[in-house]
């Protein structure tokens, strides 16, 4: 189950089973959403990106949906493994005038544990 | 390598010297961002650069912190003072020009004040 503690909160899963974690972004000018895994002691690595006309996209066993009227990201794994133990973090961003990269803002996290 | 490279690893300071942290982003990469973690926690938007235009320092937690980025590649973010509220984990990410791109992050520079 899903638990908020003192800081990240925590998803525990057993291994095998499919794994949601949802994020609630702040920005709804924000125009391009990615999900990141972070591993203990490592720095953050792109999972799978979705751009704001999109709705849902697939990767390797992963999904992400955007739902923009109420500004959530969720994102699906699908027989979990003990290899996706990590914090994930959703980011989102939008372009500046002229087109160049804006600001890159990340949610809160979750800590997904999975049980072998 | 090819990826974003962070120095020092690890620095253990005393409280009120001042330190400097280092990124290296991947080469061509236009927007260079750095982020503070603590222990336990999501990261804390500290402070982006974009090409050629004055940089976003919004998240700047105080005065103490200052950062610059020279020849639009290397960045070095400064903490004056240095506080033992500051030891966290310093994250420098870089993207690449135009739309809908990753950012890719460095390994991190974890900072101790004693």
């Known amino acids: 189950g899903e638990s908020v503690g003192l800081h990240l909160p925590t998803l525990s899963v057993q291994e095998g089973d499919n794994s949601i974690i949802n994020c609630a972004y702040s920005n709804s000018a924000s125009d391009y959403f990615i999900w990141y895994k972070q591993e203990s002691g490592k720095g953050p690595q792109f999972i799978i990106d979705?751009?704001?006309?999109?709705d849902k996209r697939q990767g390797q066993r992963v999904t992400v949906l955007l739902n923009k009227t109420v500004k959530h990201l969720s994102l699906q794994i699908a027989a979990t493994q003990p290899g996706d133990s990590a914090v994930y973090f959703c980011?989102?961003?939008?372009?500046?005038?002229?087109?160049?990269?804006?600001?890159?803002?990340f949610g809160k996290g979750t800590k997904l544990s999975v049980k072998p | 390598g090819a990826g974003v490279s962070q120095s020092p690893s690890n620095k253990v300071t005393e409280k009120g010297k001042d330190v400097e942290l280092r990124c290296d982003p991947i080469s061509g990469h236009t927007a260079l961002y750095w982020y503070r973690q603590s222990l336990g926690q999501g990261l804390e938007f500290l402070i982006y650069?974009?090409?050629?235009?004055?940089?976003?320092k919004s998240g700047l937690p105080s005065d103490r912190f200052s950062a610059e980025r020279t020849g639009g590649s290397v960045s070095t973010l400064t903490i004056q003072r240095t506080q033992q509220e500051d030891s966290a984990v310093y994250l420098c990410?870089?993207?690449?020009?135009?739309?809908?791109?990753?950012?890719?992050f460095g390994q991190g520079t974890r900072l101790t004040v004693v």
């Open positions: 980011a989102e961003s939008t372009m500046n005038y002229g087109g160049s990269q804006g600001n890159l803002i």
């Open positions: 990410a870089s993207r690449a020009g135009g739309r809908d791109t990753e950012a890719f």
């Open positions: 979705i751009r704001s006309n999109m």
């Open positions: 650069f974009q090409g050629n235009s004055a940089p976003d």
